[in-house]
RNA sequence: CGCGGGGUAGAGCAAUGGUAGCUUGUCGGGCUCAUAACCCGAAGGUUGUAGGUUCGAGUCCUACCCCCGCAACCA
């Protein structure tokens, strides 16, 4: 295939820390991702998207060490169901970076060296209060009435030596990219780390001693590098960035099945390199800093360009407490993608969160929106107009005369592209989908506006074939724009209506032939309808 | 006086300074193509509190109350 005119986006998810279960929180940030990433393939860039996982530090080897096991050992098996899981979730992602990555090691030793040869890594020694028993440094604000949160014991001043980066020389200009560009969006997130650089940066400790689950510096082998130069430089180390040729990684996917959408033109490791600048980090608000400040100096110190955006997203919090495991209110994304299928999940997900803001996860709330847009307004549109189309013609209607209502509505599937185009570039997921449901809304409206039942008793077989035809063809555009966010519904709808699925936008906006034929088997139920008392009773069982 | 975000119908959310809307739930009506669905209508608000600016404030300003995050070497 020809890439050469095709425009470049590289987008990415933060690297997820293997700690314990995955859980819906984790889902969110990967399948908006997803969505965008796919969006953009339909658009026809060419689109790398990265997602991986940070394996490395003190908490993953204690938790390691406890289980009796190597760190690696504790780590493969949940790096596996991690990939089971976005999997499960249809996640078309182009690479899966792991910090353990041979690679990826010797590319940080090599970024290492160069930070340090530039004179923006030194070497010093890191204050702090030290719990002995946990042989961990503690911040003040760590502590729990001036002890360890852990052991609840006392905990001294100690010292060790360490490397520091050089943060605090680009506060200055970092601090004026923040406040003249949409680098970070949304604005008060940018506001928040304008603040926090104006409060003083301190040079960054990039080293430990006290552990050695990492990746070894390479002139001074008792210290490890820690996350900051770890994690975050995943991001260009996947690319082949600073690997032993320049250009040494080995990040991307086999390709796949072409329906999935999945790009299948990436396989030249050295053609990677040039999707630096990432053209959108998105995060969660609470590693907003790291990419907004850290990262950055770390790339200008690199003499590389900084990413073209950062956004950072709110969190879905449950019972409006953040979600973890210790309180007992994980939400398991395999039994609900099972359940009620990974189109669902992904739709409650991308519809739930509103822009840059918190939102609420309760079961009742996935199964009723599941009920009201996906079955009762998707899935019985659709079913009601293929029935019809069915009764009324055998499965074959054509475009004809039109009414008012048939021009109004037309207008609106016309203009459904650009409105959920607009959403995407500002990262609206959720508007750009609830875009897509609106217009899933105004067809049952239409229907209920022509009334094709009356049209048929009347006879006036050329407005209702045309009628239906209309339905077809907002089905048929909604659902081709739905492709991103959901990934298996559309194609039952494409097949159901017996048109081949697109792959991009541009080919999609119009029925060249102006008819459909769907056939005469019964009409597709894609969605069936949810008890949700019942449903909230089996979730609660299946919970303990 | 550390920094930032939030407080809007029962619930969940939206509103470039210009008629406070959407979804869900409740109540009433309609329709019969459809999965107890779909369509229409109604009820439901002192927009946290008190002031101020303005022809006009959910929106801007001041003070206060409540919730949440950050406060750097946990990720």
């Known amino acids: 295939m020809n890439t050469k005119n095709k425009k470049k986006y590289y987008i990415t998810t933060p690297i997820y820390y293997p700690s314990g279960a995955w859980h819906i929180g984790h889902c969110y940030t990967t399948v908006a991702c997803d969505a965008i990433a796919r969006f953009k393939r339909m658009q026809g860039y060419e689109v790398f998207y990265l997602t991986g996982t940070d394996e490395h530090g003190q908490k993953i080897l204690k938790n390691a060490t406890e289980k009796g096991i190597t760190p690696i050992e504790f780590v493969n098996p949940l790096v596996e169901n991690i990939k089971e899981l976005w999997s499960v979730l249809d996640i078309s992602y182009d690479g899966f970076i792991r910090t353990t990555d041979e690679f990826h090691k010797k590319a940080v030793q090599n970024i290492f060296t160069r930070l340090y040869e530039k004179g923006d890594i030194y070497k010093s020694v890191y204050k702090g209060k030290y719990c002995a028993p946990c042989e961990t440094f503690l911040t003040e604000t760590q502590l729990k009435d001036g002890n360890c949160p852990d052991c609840n014991r006392e905990v001294n001043d100690a010292e060790e030596e360490a490397?520091?980066?050089r943060l605090s020389k680009y506060g200055e200009q970092i601090k004026k990219h923040l406040s003249e560009t949409d680098f970070l969006v949304p604005k008060a997130r940018a506001n928040e780390m304008i603040k926090f650089i104006e409060a003083g940066l301190e040079d960054l400790a990039v080293t430990r001693t006290s552990f050695d689950w990492g990746v070894k510096v390479p002139f001074d082998e008792k210290h490890v590098i820690y996350v900051w130069i770890d994690a975050l430089s995943n991001y260009i180390t996947a690319l082949g960035h600073f690997g032993k040729e320049n250009g040494e990684c080995s990040v991307m996917c086999e390709p796949r099945d072409k329906k999935t959408n999945n790009n299948t033109t990436l396989h030249s490791p050295l053609s990677t390199l040039q999707f630096w600048p990432a053209d959108l980090h998105m995060m969660a608000k609470e590693i907003t800093r790291f990419h907004a400040i850290i990262w950055p100096a770390i790339l200008l110190s690199l003499e590389l360009s900084l990413p073209k955006q950062i956004y950072s997203h709110g969190w879905i919090l449950f019972d409006g407490g953040k979600m973890s495991k210790s309180v007992g209110n994980v939400v398991d994304p395999f039994i609900l993608s099972e359940r009620y299928s990974a189109d669902a999940l992904r739709y409650f997900l991308l519809s739930e969160l509103s822009?840059?803001?918190d939102s609420n996860y309760s079961s009742e709330q996935f199964l009723t929106k599941v009920n009201s847009d996906l079955v009762n307004d998707l899935g019985n549109l659709t079913k009601r107009t293929l029935s019809m189309v069915k009764q009324y013609f055998k499965g074959k209607v054509k475009i004809g005369k039109e009414t008012e209502h048939c021009k109004d509505f037309i207008e609106k599937v016309n203009a459904l592209n650009g409105q959920v185009d607009e959403k995407i570039k500002d990262n609206d997921v959720a508007k750009a989908i609830s875009t897509i449901?609106?217009?899933?809304?105004?067809?049952?409206?239409?229907?209920d506006l022509t009334a094709p039942w009356a049209l048929n008793k009347e006879g006036k077989f050329d407005l209702l074939s045309s009628v239906l035809f209309n339905l077809l063809e907002a089905i048929r555009v909604s659902s081709t724009l739905l492709k991103p966010f959901l990934t298996k519904t559309p194609s039952r709808i494409f097949e159901a209506i017996k048109i081949k699925e697109p792959t991009d936008?541009?080919?999609?906006?119009?029925?060249?032939?102006?008819s459909y034929n769907v056939g005469t088997n019964e009409a597709v139920m894609l969605f069936p309808r949810l008890d949700i008392k019942k449903e909230l009773e089996e979730l609660a069982s299946l919970a303990e």
């Open 163 to 165: 490397y520091f980066f």
């Open 355 to 357: 822009y840059g803001q």
């Open 437 to 447: 449901f609106s217009l899933i809304s105004h067809s049952n409206k239409y229907i």
């Open 505 to 514: 936008f541009k080919k999609a906006l119009h029925n060249p032939k102006g």
